[in-house]
């Protein structure tokens, strides 16, 4: 299940930590279910929810349950013998909402209205159990179970459950005859012991429901908590001249800070004016980058973020780097912040970062001077001018790489890449493990994030990115830092090669569907340029121009021009076109520029091939083997 169930009667903001909390206990209700279902005599049991989603009533049931991994426990291999009955009169789930779905539903009002369970007649003759789940006196579930019937099957039985569903006209009569007397014939004690079972699993839970919900808000409760305390620090250290400083103490203890933090980091987060997808609601987007933001704090000690709404988000945190690695954790974490943002949602987002103060006193002035680094420079990231010698060149070998994925020139991306430990070694030292693991844990997250700008799967280089950072945090030696960081760096220059290859043959393949539309039609007028194609594609002519040399070993003027040769060749072969026409409807000016491009391509006149197309000679100029490939698109 993507989301819980049944909860749009909660706050908005309270939904989500509810469907995360809930699914810790799906796979116990699941194997609660199959417990529940081996005592009980009618077999199967599903949980309804009152509450639809998407159009969807959300269940949980036997059916689930035994297609899960928890069925394993208890090596469940029970069928249950009326499936296939009910499966006929719904039409295999397909007619559901006509038939069974109709007696669930009013057995579902009459429960939860009533607070009691019930035992009835479905519509087609079996006999069914529901039974209501409150929670805080609101209705919020619906077990089921039943399907059974309470005498033996018998003639003249059927006959009235036939008289019963004749609406149901999609219904084969003689199929479900045969099913009727395969379906489980249960006692009246039977039933009562079923409904007692499924009252008390209907308590528990209740009460389970219940102790979600005050979970959900003690946590709600606490993340309000932590974000109030997070805003009144950063106001009362942007505030320097404040006198409270025991205050700021004790908030800097609720925040969970171990060590007083000593740099500030300010995000800077795309405005709404600038926002360009209308689709999308700008305030959903902006709050769900803080929650990126605050999610990945709470994964880190040391480190808060407050959102105010004059001085933007200020990231306040402990660096504890020094020397020739001092500024790396700061990268490190403001590609971490990036990264987090770009894998939640489409906005930009800028980071400058502050210089180290002795005093976090002073804090105010790290703030003013990320300020002033994003102010100056127009890069991701920016830092202040007190970064230590060593990070600038190390970075920057960094920033490259990214420059060189981002611009597809993958094999020179490759050689940065490995070029990096050696510069890594020669400005940190071969043994400086604490700094080359911060250095290469931050490249990591500007590879990352460069692959999901570049549109790579958002999933699979998440999984990539987390194995990768637990290889940098367990390696022992400098060595194993660099195998690691090596070994997933090869991974995302693969994943994104792929990706823009595969982009780079939609392109070409673009272009030839234009090309050949106008060829088809006969409006090709020998004005396909490459401005023109780059235009409709939406990309540059130079990016278009290389494409096709790499692509197809042909500039594209040549590339068009053999389509447009192939073509007529085509059309030469039909006896009612002649060669006027052929190279009119090519888009060749005249005959005779048509005859001399022809034999030059083909190796013969346009009147020879259209008399003998197998006596063509062969053509001494032979074509590169990327455009031969093209060809035959």
């Known amino acids: 299940m993507a989301s819980a169930p049944g909860i749009e009667f909660l706050p908005v903001e309270e939904q989500a930590l509810f469907a995360q909390e809930f699914q810790k206990d799906v796979e116990f209700i699941q194997l609660l279910i199959l417990l529940v279902s081996k005592s009980c005599a009618t077999g199967s049991v599903d949980i309804t929810w009152v509450d639809v989603q998407d159009g969807v009533r959300q269940v949980i049931g036997t059916t689930q349950a035994a297609g ?20 006929i009169v719904s039409d295999y789930g397909r007619r559901a909402a006509e038939s069974c779905s109709v007696c669930e539903n009013a057995a579902e009002k009459r429960v939860g209205k009533s607070g009691h369970s019930q035992v009835y ?61 395969e379906v489980p014939v249960v006692s009246e004690e039977d039933i009562e012991n079923t409904v007692n079972i499924l009252e008390v699993l209907a308590e528990y839970l209740g009460r389970f429901w219940k102790r979600l919900e005050e979970t959900v808000k003690a946590e709600r409760d606490r993340v309000r908590a932590s974000q109030l305390a997070a805003k009144e620090f950063a106001y009362g250290i942007l505030r320097s001249e404040t006198e409270d400083r025991a205050r700021l103490c004790q908030l800097m203890k609720q925040l969970g800070f171990v060590q007083p933090p000593n740099r500030v980091l300010v995000v800077e987060l795309q405005r709404e004016e600038e926002f360009d997808a209308p689709s999308t609601s700008f305030d959903l987007v902006f709050t769900t980058a803080l929650q990126a933001m605050e999610e990945l704090t709470e994964k880190n000690r040391n480190m808060a973020v407050a959102y105010l709404r004059r001085a933007g988000v200020c990231v306040f945190f402990r660096d504890f780097t020094e020397g020739p690695s001092a500024g790396l954790a700061a990268h490190s974490l403001a590609e971490k912040i990036l990264c987090e943002i770009s894998s939640r949602c489409h906005i930009r987002a800028r980071i400058g970062i502050g210089g180290i103060k002795p005093e976090w006193r002073h804090l105010a002035e790290s703030y003013h001077e990320a300020s002033l680094a ?24 960094v920033e490259k790489t990214c420059r060189l994925l981002a611009d597809q020139r993958i094999q020179e991306a490759r050689l940065t890449l490995r070029a990096l430990p050696m510069l890594a070694n020669q400005r940190l030292g071969n043994s400086a493990l604490a700094g080359q693991r911060t250095l290469f844990s931050s490249a990591l997250e500007s590879l990352c994030l460069t692959a999901l700008k570049a549109g790579c799967e958002a999933e699979n280089i998440a999984r990539l990115r987390t194995d990768a950072q637990s290889e940098l945090a367990r390696a022992a030696t400098v060595y194993d830092v660099q195998a690691a960081f090596l070994e997933t760096a090869e991974a995302v220059a693969e994943d994104i090669r792929r990706l823009l290859s595969s982009k780079h043959e939609k392109i070409i393949a673009r272009v030839r569907q ?49 389509r447009r040769v192939e073509h007529a060749r085509r059309l030469l072969l039909d006896p009612l076109n002649n060669v006027s026409t052929v190279a009119a ?11 001399r491009v022809f034999r030059k391509t083909v190796g013969c006149a346009p009147s020879e091939y259209a008399k003998n197309p197998e006596s063509v000679r062969p053509v001494t100029r032979r074509r590169s083997a990327g455009m031969e490939q093209m060809s035959k698109c």
């Open 121 to 181: 007649r479905c519509h087609a003759g079996l006999t069914d159990i529901a039974v209501p789940v409150i929670s805080g006196g609101r209705h919020i579930a619906t077990l089921y179970s039943g399907q059974v019937l309470t005498t033996p099957p018998s003639k003249a039985d059927f006959e009235h459950i036939a008289q019963d569903i004749s609406r149901l006209t999609y219904v084969d009569l003689g199929e479900l005859e045969k099913a009727y007397w």
């Open 374 to 397: 994003l102010a100056r420079s127009q890069q991701a990231i920016a830092m202040c001018s007190e970064t230590a010698p060593g990070l600038s060149a190390l970075t920057s070998q």
């Open 514 to 562: 234009m090309l050949d539309r106008q060829l088809k039609d006969g409006r090709y007028t020998d004005k396909m340029s490459l401005a023109g194609a780059a235009r409709a594609l939406g990309v540059s002519t130079g990016h278009l121009s290389r494409l096709f040399r790499r692509m197809t070993g042909s500039t594209f003027r040549d590339y068009v021009m053999s």
């Open 585 to 595: 409807r090519c888009g060749f000016a005249t005959p005779a520029y048509f005859a």
């Open 68 to 87: 899960s991994s928890c069925s394993r426990y208890l090596q469940w291999t029970r069928k249950d013998p009326s499936q296939r009955f009910c499966n």
